[in-house]
């Protein structure tokens, strides 16, 4: 019997949309708001999907302090109170939250092993959101 | 094909336990979980159907009948209970909100007439969920 598991997490990054080899009008009229020189940031929700049969021992599709476990170490510690335009991840690139996105799935993808994983969402505002399914 | 998405609200109290494992193993899998003077969770019920809209109606399902089955099936049998001591398929099963989620959909299914069941979807605060999709 397989069943989705879909566990949130939070945590709050900032970050400037702008592209070093377009005017400053151009990355403007590009990003608007978003390519304000000094960034801003957002409270992030990542929502994380994985599936698999559940365990009859244990009831579960993976151990939740397994997924908190991985999250809160390659997650939240990685991004959460950080410029992610500073990251050495997004040297080069514009840390929109569509690559965000990719770049958390591929974590997860890499990394935990515990169960499938289906999706990655992310809220970037209540009005916002993102997925990539790999 | 359209999906129609009905929301009901359940408060209940679980522990998790498996008598085959040590006390120790125990506490180790299920660590805060596995208290067993239980604990509890405003539970969110979301059952998702799909059907086609019928002509005259202008209904997938008639939203009264869909709510009194999720009442009568899930909600009275689980609203301010224990999973563990009063709903029997968690005398065996441990009432995680995965097993929830197969629960509702096996007591739902059989009552689905005009609808098919597509996902139930069972929240245990607004940060964890399990969706089940039946036997695909
Ligand atoms: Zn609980």
Known sequence: MKVHLTRRYHFAASHRLHLTDCSDDENRAIYGKCNNPHGHGHNYSVEVTVSGPVDAATGMVCNLADLDGFSNKEIIERFDHTNLSMMPLFEGKVPTTERLCVEIYDIYNKGFKHAHLEKVRIEETAKNSFEYTG | ?136
């Open chain 2, 1 to 136: 094909m359209i999906y129609l998405t009905r929301k009901a609200e359940f408060a209940a109290s679980h522990y998790y336990h498996n008598p085959a494992f040590t006390p120790e193993e125990n506490q180790r899998v299920f660590g805060k979980c596995a208290n067993m003077n239980g604990h509890g969770h405003n539970y969110v019920l979301e059952v998702t159907v799909k059907g086609e809209v019928n002509d005259r109606t202008g209904f997938v399902v008639d939203l009264k009948e869909l709510k009194d089955i999720m009442n009568r099936e899930v909600v009275d049998a689980m609203d301010h209970r224990h999973l563990n001591k009063e709903v029997p398929e968690f005398a065996k099963a441990i009432p995680t909100t995965e097993n929830i989620a197969i629960v509702a959909w096996k007591r739902l299914a059989p009552h689905m007439k005009v609808a098919k069941l597509h996902r139930v979807r069972v929240y245990e605060n607004a940060d964890l969920f399990a969706d089940y999709y039946g036997e695909e």
